[in-house]
Structures are given as C-alpha cells and as structure tokens.
Antibody, heavy 123, light 107 residues
Framework: QVQLQESGPGLVKPSQTLSLTCTVS??????????WSWIRQPPGKGLEWIGY???????NYNPSLKSRVTISVDKSRNQFSLNLTSVTTDDTAVYYC???????????????WGQGTLVTVSS | DIQMTQSPSSLSASVGDSVTISCRAS??????LNWYQQKPGKAPKLLVY???TLKTGVPSRFSGSGSGTDFTLTISSLQPDDFAIYYC?????????FGQGTTVDIK
C-alpha cells in the first residue's frame, strides 16, 4: 500500500526558508513510473499545485512560485523534499505531497496523497 | 495558465438526489481533466482521471464526462459520505491548475 507522510517545521519566520520532506512507503521515488509532487492549500481556500520532480532529477514548477521553489529527491531514504525561500504570510498553508501517475496518453493525475502538514509563516 | 472555473461554487442536496458539478477550462484541454473529493481536515482523494475513468474502488454512482473545455462530475444518488468539496484539475499544459472547488452540503 502506497503511503506518503510530510514532515517539517510547523512555524517559519517571514523571509526564511520553508523546508518539508515527504517520506514514501510502498513505492519507490527512484522508479520511472511516477512523478512526485507538492500541492498546498491556504486555510479555507482551494488547492495550488507547487511543482513536481521525476526520478531523473528533472523538475517542473508553478510559474508563480518558480523563483522560490526547489524540489529534490533523496533516493537512499526514499524521500523527496520541498524548499520554498523568502516566505511571507501568504505562504501559510497546509502542504501536501502526492504521487503522480500517468496514463498511456500522458494524462497526469495525483493518485496518492499525504495527510498534509500545516505550515504557518509568522514572526 | 489555464483557468479552471467550477459551477456552482456550492450546492445543497438531499440523500438520494442526483448532483452535477461543472468545470470549464479557459482553453481546450482535450480530456486532461481529473476530479478529487476533499472532506474537512483531510487530504483530497482522486475520484476520476482522464475525464471519465473512475479510480479503482470509487463507487459507480460517480461518473465524469466531457472533453475540450466543458466537463461534468455527476453523483447519481447522493449518499451521506458524499458531502464534501469537489475539485477539478487540468494537466494539459505544463502548469497544472485546479478549479476553485464546489461544496456539496446537506439540504
């Protein structure tokens, strides 16, 4: 059974870097069948895709966050991580990690999600 | 970015009702459209991918349709477990986007 679990600080100061890790079980982040992604949801609001990475190291980011985001993989620990620099209060959100599956016609979808972790940006 | 607009933003319905949620893309996205269900305090769950393919294990009362710019999610006979927020999401272009969500609550 595929499971994802986010971890990291729940409180980050403005202008600092938000760092989260997603630990995956039941699937390998080193495999070629899936991508691995981060999504966030501000309190009481909708979902925003942050970006994804592939086992090869290739990445794709939301243009609105691209200058501040890095997603990377640690194959030895079967984890992938999110770094978001220069955070503001607008970055306060529940952050989810998710696995991305792909159809034969290259339609991408999030088929497994972590439970989410709330990160508050505040001094 | 491709904008995804859902309608209505919220609806009230009774158990047993048939419910339809619409999702419109700002440009054609073929069938690169997925649907998710989210309950309070929980992560979203995949219901439908590629516009009409039901994820294994999702009840058959859920169905998706559409292509191009207009899509629908239908719940044929609403059950108590179906009261939730529903989101559409496109993966047609390199910047994936979600609709703003449709809340289905109890009348």
């Amino acid at each position: 059974q595929v499971q994802l679990q986010e971890s990291g600080p729940g409180l980050v100061k403005p202008s600092q870097t938000l760092s989260l890790t997603c630990t995956v079980s039941g699937a390998s982040v080193s495999g070629s069948d899936y991508y691995w992604s981060w999504i966030r949801q501000p309190p009481g609001k909708g979902l925003e895709w942050i970006g994804y990475m592939y086992y090869s190291g290739s990445t794709n980011y939301n243009p609105s966050l691209k200058s501040r985001v890095t997603i990377s993989v640690d194959k030895s620990r079967n984890q992938f991580s999110l770094n978001l620099t220069s955070v503001t209060t607008d970055d306060t959100a529940v952050y989810y990690c998710a696995r991305v599956s792909i159809t034969m016609t290259a339609i991408y979808y999030f088929d497994y999600w972590g439970q989410g972790t709330l990160v508050t940006v505040s001094s | 970015d491709i904008q995804m607009t859902q309608s209505p933003s919220s609806l009230s319905a009774s158990v047993g009702d048939s419910v339809t949620i619409s999702c419109r893309a700002s440009q054609t996205i073929s069938n690169y459209l997925n649907w998710y269900q989210q309950k309070p305090g929980k992560a979203p769950k995949l219901l439908v991918y590629a516009a009409f393919t039901l994820k294994t294990g999702v009840p058959s009362r859920f169905s998706g349709s559409g292509s191009g710019t207009d899509f629908t999610l239908t719940i044929s006979s609403l059950q108590p477990d179906d009261f939730a927020i529903y989101y559409c999401q496109q993966s047609f272009d390199s910047s994936w986007t979600f609709g703003q969500g449709t809340t289905v609550d109890i009348k």
